[in-house]
């Protein structure tokens, strides 16, 4: 009875273990997915993982056919989704920098736990994924002045390709003129695309106001008496009044391409339309060549801006990418034309 009941249970011992290897191999038999692994020498492979017994993987790829794979020789390995991150068969990774493209932003969000820093020829940055759809950032010089606070919202819709969003950048002068600079830029965007391929319509509307100095109040200001020096006049002291911001709406257009597996071409355009007032104080004087009255007038002047960014990202690995723009200003004030040269460079890196 002994031996029977020893024979029973090695049977169904031996049962067991045959059924959870037959489950094993049907949960492998039935896994489409589609993964990317990348090896250690930077190589990616895109396929199907066919087995992983825990010191190599066997991908079925595409254009290799089977290979396996030592476990030490592996990265990451990352399921993907065929239909929006392989193009021409190659592989394009849709990493947080895939959410701007020199200087403004579009409306894809930066995925939460993905956030990214940026090292830019005149200073760094870094934004921070709130929730998968607020971004929270800081700009700032390499002197850290002045520093700007950087927020983003984005907005899906059912249609994958069409997305919205609003945009806020808010500075300080900092240390630089004691902290009384300050300005802003707020705007709103549409995206079409994905975010491989994408093209964002931005509207927004700037201002700023360099140092806290005030204007003087617009009239004619009539001489006064001079209590130091009976019978003379001496012009009068003006009244302060809050000097206007600077300010311009913007017109924005953004683009980026894919023209191979890790260069992208993108084009960052925006057109600004300034106003800022200037002051014609003028003392005059009677026909004995004394003080009369000061006049103070205020005049508006108008500007416009055409600032293009165009230029190449390189994305090597899904965690850092360096992108180069030949960046440029036409612009014009009263009439009077300008145009300069500002050259960009950045380092991104997902952290």
Not at 226 to 238: E, I
Request: net charge positive; glycine share 10%; aromatic share 12%.
């Amino acid at each position: 009875m002994k031996n029977i009941t020893l024979l029973l249970l090695i049977f169904l011992g031996i049962q067991s273990f045959q059924n959870s290897n037959a489950q094993i191999v049907q949960t492998n038999e039935i896994d489409t997915n589609t993964y990317v692994i990348t090896r250690s020498n930077g190589n990616e492979l895109i396929g199907k993982i066919i087995s992983d017994d825990g010191r190599e993987v066997l991908i079925q790829t595409n254009t290799l056919g089977k290979i396996y794979v030592p476990k030490a020789n592996i990265i990451s390995i990352k399921k993907i989704n065929v239909s929006k991150e392989i193009v021409n068969g190659e592989y394009r990774s849709n990493s947080p920098f895939t959410t701007r493209y020199q200087f403004s932003t579009n409306a894809f969000p930066i995925k939460k736990g993905e956030n990214y820093a940026a090292i830019n020829l005149y200073g760094p940055e870094v934004h921070f994924a709130v929730s998968n759809r607020l971004s929270i950032g800081i700009m700032a010089t390499w002197i850290a002045s002045p520093l700007v606070l950087a927020l983003k919202y984005t907005i899906p819709t059912k249609n994958e390709k069409v997305n919205f969003g609003f945009g806020t950048l808010l500075g300080s002068t900092g240390y630089l003129n004691q902290g009384r600079g300050f300005g802003g830029l707020h705007w709103g965007m549409m995206t079409y695309g994905n975010r491989m391929n994408n093209i964002t319509l931005s509207l927004g509307y700037s201002y700023i106001k360099v140092n806290n100095t005030n204007a003087y109040k617009e009239g004619n200001y009539p001489a006064v008496a001079d209590p130091f020096n009976p019978g003379s006049m001496k012009f009068q002291s003006l009244t302060l009044s809050k000097k206007p911001l600077t300010n311009a709406p913007i017109i924005g257009v953004g683009g980026i391409t894919s023209i191979g597996k890790k260069v992208s071409l993108f084009v960052d355009a925006m057109l600004l339309f300034g106003s800022s007032t200037t002051q014609d104080v003028n003392q005059y004087y009677n026909n004995q060549g004394k003080p009369s009255y000061t006049s103070v007038v205020n005049r508006k002047l108008k500007s416009t801006n055409f600032i293009l960014m165009p230029g190449l990202r390189f994305q090597k690995t899904e965690n850092t990418a360096f992108q180069v723009s030949l960046a440029g200003i036409v612009g014009s004030i009263e009439g009077d034309r300008y145009s300069f040269p500002i050259p960009m460079c950045t380092w991104f890196f997902k952290f």
